[in-house]
């Protein structure tokens, strides 16, 4: 099992940047390809982001090209969302997901692991 756990959520302004953290308990982080995801009150879990195991490979939902950037540090056991120009739509607990090997790019999912969320609140 590998544990995830978000951070950096919080109160932002619109047009305002926040950073998130996912920070993973496993000894093989670099074979794990890791996902963002964000669900707003009443509506679908919705993909953002994925980064390949080496950090060589990411891809973006079109919502959030241009504005978010994901990257890792395998040396930290942590993956990063840097999140620029947000907007009160980006309103939502996010998440980071890991999935089991990296056999194969498929950066949408499925993801076997899950971390318990952060909020993120932007202010119009």
């Known amino acids: 099992q590998v544990q995830l756990v978000e951070s950096g959520g919080g109160l932002v302004q619109a047009g305002g940047s926040l950073r998130l953290s996912c920070a993973a308990s496993?000894?093989?982080?670099?074979?794990?390809?890791v996902g963002w995801f964000r669900q707003a009150p009443g509506k679908e879990r919705e993909f953002l982001a994925a980064?390949?195991?080496?950090?060589?490979?990411?891809d973006y939902a079109n919502s959030v090209k241009g504005r978010f950037t994901i990257s890792r540090d395998n040396a930290r056991n942590t993956v990063y969302l840097q999140m620029n120009s947000l907007k009160p739509e980006d309103t939502a607990v996010y998440y980071c997901?890991?999935?089991?090997?990296?056999?194969?790019?498929?950066?949408?999912?499925?993801?076997?692991?899950w971390g318990q969320g952060t909020q993120v609140t932007v202010s119009s």
């Open positions: 997901a890991a999935r089991r090997d990296g056999i194969n790019w498929y950066p949408r999912g499925p993801y076997d692991y």
């Open positions: 496993t000894r093989t982080f670099s074979s794990h390809p």
């Open positions: 980064i390949s195991g080496s950090g060589g490979r990411t």
